[in-house]
């Protein structure tokens, strides 16, 4: 390798006493995409920043050095290193990087302009056009003066990496750029934002807390762990052979899909009939077209989505954000009421049940919330919280009691927590209460919507755990809404994709993970941020995100 | 949320350190610490007790007059002035300590009762139109804008100016003033509520619109517009003393800010104390409630910013 | 497109507003209690004398009637006329009888547009003084969140916002009119008669503007985009100029729209004090008489220029900021 644009030798940052950064050294040459695994905590962001100079308030750097072509990022002045144009910075807020009052396009170009003072605008406008028609965004020309809002996160992300590189710098630091996005956007990103990096010679420092996403484009890796570079190996290298017990475990938590041969039990019987049978339901929106006089666009969020769920099984629908999976959750709660089409409950429908009828029907499916920290309101204190379904119900008191201390005791929880605030709960004491305010009702159908994702691994196998002894000793049923397809793979019987509002692929577990028919969950299934192998070929299906 | 996010000093303390104590007991706890808080806190103390207790221990009234007494200057301002009439007497030769001191009494009441009020009544219809929405909303705010469209005073005037006015028709007068912002803020608020997740849980369980609203959102939504109502009852005894000027507050002999401030503008120039000492006496007691509300509402939006 | 269905929207709600607050006034001044017939007549006039005015001026009518009658001439531009002014502008003195039917009276509008132009005159300075003041103390503070411009900012501003402005009124007046002759006050006879109130309403504008400015400018201070401008390169003179203080100025002219009822009611107060012959002046004066027809013409007014305003605010904050609804 030739000399090395970007050196960091002996790095270390602190907050106060708190060392952040911790004697971190290594070498980026030119052409070189020099890739940094860490969880979140690890430091990445913080190192990431240390190498734009561009710390924090409170956060300082204490010793060693970052060198830029020699120069000493902190002791050079902006004549010789200048950040925006030599180095340049991508981070994991695409949607909130730039002055939402302000059109993208301009934007760039007045960073571009600030930057290289010798440019017209002119020439700066065409440049940042050519990059925005490189990084593929349809109809830059008008996608130019439209505002941040205006763009989808992927959207966004492009324009960032066009923001990043228009002045052609030397070095890009990516810090954790695809996590905000759905998972087929992120592949597109990745692949893209290679391409341009290779094509212009620069150096790339691309920091991630996804293995998957480092091995498809980095080289080198260096493995991070509280502030320390614990270990660098090239990517290949690295992900056979780890050095470390800390790689060698974040490796085995990467979620399988293919590697194993098990699949969830079935506990269905011969007789059984539909639990819930869902009959071409539809619900479009209207939302107002501004300008028009009050004329509406149609958004079709569900369009004739069909599918049984059968007692005691385990029925998971995955898809990305904006495919219709939130409004069917609101369907199959009956919080809202399908346009066309019908839900049926034990084979009667739940358009006859009102007032009083479908308070008693309402106990027989229940949802499980996602975000645990809103899923609760903070004044209330658990105990009343988990026995507002029966309080509803008119249900006497000691009985009342009874009930949710039971079903605290079935879940998990201590009941001493009975009268506390929820505040200090963790997340998975959390979804609990939630889980617990459910059971009370002794439903048939539990609905989960993304209610494992804000936990981390450790918790949400517990849960899972839970679910099946609760699915044996109560004879529960439950619908996993999710976009975890690792999780749907292990947990669930069959699963539905979802892509535009339509149920496009039903099918079980097998069928489903090594046969998909349909292109959508083939593109799905291929961008799964997985490292085994996968048993088909999807190839670049090019699917378009949705937005 | 990464590393740098946590250590930058903006970023406040995280919702769950502090254990137990709700947003409300945070945020008093936050306010406590300004400087400015306490410095408020205390003058409005001691202006409050002395106001109370002074008044009715005093041997020196606030009505009696004593032409004999006329026009005496505040203590070491010039001839005549006495350890009996700290800050004077005006033109009647009443105790202006007295009347002052009464004068607030009534300004801090009315004050309150009216801040009270419009907090119920406007929180009230703003909780209803942004968590009913639809025609309750439409209707509710059309009302609201007419509302603020019409500026308390002309309306204070027309009302006060042509019945007579009493302590009540002040307050309904200045609380007709007040209630159209608590109603916006209190609806945007609603707005928000009414996404949030736990909603969402309720409704599954089978609770409906009303029963949310009464016993899980109101009681999220309404603490934080009432830390900012504090500074509303300022405003209010603004509002109470300009209508004292205009003749349309609490009638005389009852001394009020404003009305002693109007009459004395015919002494301006021979006893000046007349006029000034109400005026100093009421900004003390305004800069002290504002002082304490403007640091509850610094308080607020730290502790919320933190959470968030 | 978008502005005008916007345009048409909110000038079609703003009708609505204006019909309400006119109904509003309307009837109250016509329930509360207070003959305006035996004003106008005079005390001693016997009682058949009264019911005859009144009745010839349709005061016996139903409200409703009188409400519709009304109305429908306002869309004509008539406002009516005074009941106590004479076209020459002169207020009848007691006991004179006047036939407030005949067509002496001055009109309503008229009265209005005459002040119109002071009272608009006042109110701009004002606002430029309150800006001139506070803009600085508000950015300052805004930027210094934690030093001490934002210390200063806090205290005026609660400073500010605790001093009565009649008391203030009567302060300079006494001391920098009276005593030391440095500006004139009370009446209008040239520019120089807007400043002592100007300042009056400058005191009582800037608290909010402070506040404001300091809160929304902290605020963006602290959002994402200002601080990855950093390391895009842009230079700390253009984040602020450029982008925090766009940001930041939406919520100052939301303030302007929720705040000008506030101000129009200043406006009122402090043009009393200074016996100064804009709108507030005739307000008062008018419901001291009883005058009717100017008090529901200067509210109407009022309600009006409030809802013109309003629309005016959220266009702007639109051109500032498109994610502002329309």
């Known amino acids: 390798m030739s000399t090395p644009i970007l050196k960091v030798d002996n790095l270390t940052v602190a907050a106060g006493d708190n060392r952040i950064i911790d004697g971190v050294s290594f070498e980026v040459g030119n052409s070189e995409i020099y890739g940094i695994y860490g969880e979140s905590g690890a430091g990445k962001t913080t190192l990431g920043r240390a190498l734009a100079n561009w710390l924090p308030a409170g956060v300082e750097q204490t010793g060693g050095k970052v060198l830029f072509a020699g120069h000493d990022l902190r002791t050079t002045g902006a004549n010789r290193v200048t950040i925006g144009r030599d180095i340049a910075y991508i981070g994991a807020k695409p949607q909130s990087a730039l002055d939402p009052t302000v059109p993208v396009g301009p934007q760039i170009v007045e960073k571009l302009l600030m930057v290289q003072p010798g440019l017209t605008r002119t020439e700066a406008k065409q440049r940042v056009m050519d990059l925005l028609h490189e990084v593929r965004i349809a109809s830059p020309e008008e996608r130019f003066y439209d505002y941040p809002t205006k763009y989808s996160g992927g959207m966004m992300q492009r324009a960032m990496i066009v923001d990043a590189l228009c002045a052609d710098p030397a070095v890009l630091i990516a810090d954790d750029i695809i996590r905000p996005l759905d998972v087929t956007v992120a592949a597109q990103i990745v692949s893209i934002l290679k391409d341009l990096c290779l094509k212009r010679k620069m150096a790339v420092i691309f920091l991630a807390s996804s293995l998957l996403a480092l091995r498809l484009v980095a080289g080198k890796v260096g493995v991070m762990h509280e502030g320390r570079l614990i270990e660098e190996q090239p990517v290949e290298t690295l992900l056979t052979a780890p050095k470390t017990e800390y790689t060698k475990t974040a490796i085995s938590h990467v979620p399988r899909i293919w590697s194993s041969n098990e699949f969830p039990e079935d506990r269905g019987r011969a007789d059984d009939k539909p639990l819930m049978e869902v009959r071409e339901v539809s619900r479009t929106y209207k939302v107002r077209k501004r300008g028009t006089f009050g004329q509406f666009n149609h958004v079709k969020a569900v369009q004739g989505v069909s599918f049984d769920i059968m007692p005691r099984e385990n029925f998971g629908i995955v898809g990305e954000s904006g495919c219709g999976k939130s409004t069917l959750t609101r369907l199959l709660t009956w919080l809202e009421k399908p346009d066309s089409g019908d839900i049926r409950l034990g084979g009667t429908s739940l358009a006859n049940f009102s007032g009083r009828e479908l308070l008693d029907k309402r106990r027989e499916f229940q949802l499980l919330l996602q975000d645990p920290y809103n899923s609760l309101p903070p004044r209330v204190t658990v105990g009343r919280m988990i026995e507002e379904g029966l309080r509803l119900r008119g249900t006497p008191k000691a009985e009342m009691r009874e009930k949710v201390k039971e079903a605290m005791v079935s879940v998990g929880l201590p009941t001493s927590i009975y009268d506390d605030l929820p505040n200090a709960l963790s997340t998975g004491e959390r979804q609990r209460i939630s889980i617990a305010r459910a059971l009370v009702l002794d439903p048939k159908l539990l609905i989960l919507d993304e209610t494992l994702s804000a936990l981390d691994q450790g918790e949400q196998s517990k849960l899972i755990d839970l679910f099946a002894k609760l699915q044996e000793t109560k004879d529960l049923t439950y619908v996993f809404i999710s976009h975890d397809l690792a999780m749907v793979r292990k947990v669930c019987n069959r699963i539905g994709a979802m892509y535009f509002g339509k149920m496009v692929e039903i099918g079980d577990n097998k069928s489903i993970f090594f046969e998909p028919k349909h292109d959508y969950t083939k593109a799905l299934l291929s961008a799964a941020p997985t490292l085994d192998e996968k048993p088909f070929d999807a190839g670049e299906l090019g699917f378009e995100p949705i937005q | 949320m990464s590393d740098v996010a946590q250590i930058t000093p903006t970023a406040p303390v995280a919702a769950e350190n502090e254990g137990q104590s709700t947003v409300t007991m945070r945020i008093l706890k936050t306010a406590w610490r300004s400087k400015a808080f306490q410095f408020g806190f205390w003058i409005f103390v001691i202006l409050v007790v002395t106001s109370l207790i002074l008044p009715l221990v005093s041997p020196v009234s606030a009505t009696k007059m004593a032409i004999r007494e006329k026009f005496l200057p505040p203590l070491f301002m010039g001839e005549g002035w006495s350890w009996i009439h700290p800050l004077g007497t005006d033109q009647l030769g009443r105790d202006m300590l007295m009347r002052c001191m009464v004068g607030l009494r009534y300004s801090l009441m009315i004050g309150i009762i009216t801040v009270v009020l419009m907090f119920i009544v406007g929180c009230g219809l703003g909780l209803l139109a942004g968590f009913k929405g639809k025609w309750w909303d439409t209707i509710i705010m059309r009302i609201t804008d007419a509302q603020l469209s019409l500026p308390m005073i002309i309306l204070a005037i027309t009302i006060l100016g042509i019945s007579k006015p009493s302590v009540a028709s002040i307050i309904v007068v200045l609380g007709l003033s007040g209630w159209p912002l608590y109603a916006r803020v209190a609806r945007s608020a609603a707005v928000t509520e009414r996404e949030k997740e736990y909603v969402r849980g309720l409704r599954v369980v089978g609770a409906g619109d009303w029963r949310i609203l009464l016993l899980y959102a109101a009681p999220n939504i309404l603490p934080p517009i009432a830390f900012v109502a504090v500074l509303d009852i300022a405003r209010m005894m603004i509002f109470e003393s300009i209508l004292g000027f205009l003749g349309l507050g609490i009638q005389p002999p009852t001394p009020s800010f404003g009305s002693i401030i109007a009459d004395a503008r015919k002494y301006l120039i021979n006893a000046w104390w007349i006029a000034t000492s109400p005026g100093v006496f009421l900004a003390v007691a305004l800069t002290a409630i504002n002082l304490m509300g403007a640091s509850l509402e610094k308080a607020r939006n730290t502790v919320y910013a933190g959470a968030r | ?326």
């Open chain 3, 1 to 326: 497109m978008i502005f005008v269905e916007f345009l048409i929207k909110r000038i079609l709600q703003g009708l609505v507003i204006v019909a309400i607050t006119s109904f509003v006034i309307f009837t109250l001044l016509r329930v509360i209690p207070g003959d305006p017939v035996r004003l106008i007549v005079g005390g001693m006039a016997p009682d058949n004398v009264v019911e005859e005015v009144a009745a010839k001026m349709g005061l016996r009518d139903p409200i409703l009637v009188q409400y519709g009658r009304y109305m429908g001439n306002l869309v004509t531009g008539d406002m009516g006329q005074s009941y106590l002014r004479p076209k020459s502008g002169m207020i009848a003195t007691g006991g004179e009888y006047v036939d407030p039917t005949k067509s002496d009276m001055a009109e309503v509008w008229d009265l209005i547009l005459e002040r119109v132009p002071l009272t608009l005159q006042l109110a701009a300075t004002a606002l430029v003084f309150a800006l001139l003041v506070s803009l600085p103390i508000g950015i300052a503070g805004g930027l210094r969140s934690e030093g001490w411009p934002a210390r200063i900012a806090f205290g005026i501003q609660s400073l500010f916002v605790s001093i009565p402005n009649f008391w203030l009124a009567i302060i300079l007046i006494l001391f920098l009119s009276v005593k030391w002759h440095l500006i004139p006050a009370l009446g209008y006879k040239g520019f120089a008669y807007v400043i002592l109130p100007a300042i009056v309403l400058a005191v009582e504008i800037s608290p909010f503007i402070i506040r404001t400015l300091t809160t929304s400018l902290a605020e963006v201070m602290q959002s994402y985009f200002i601080d990855e401008a950093k390391v895009r390169g842009l230079p700390r003179r253009r984040i602020v100029f450029g982008h925090a203080l766009r940001n930041a100025s939406v919520p100052l002219i939301n303030l302007l729209g929720i705040q000008l009822s506030t101000l129009i009611g200043g406006v009122l107060v402090v043009e009393y004090i200074f016996d100064y012959p804009g709108l507030g002046h005739l307000t008062v004066v008018s419901v001291v008489g009883r005058d009717f027809p100017v008090i529901q013409g200067i509210a109407i007014t009022i309600s009006a220029v409030f809802v013109f305003i309003n629309i005016l605010v959220d266009l702007v904050a639109y051109m500032i900021d498109p994610r502002v609804e329309l």
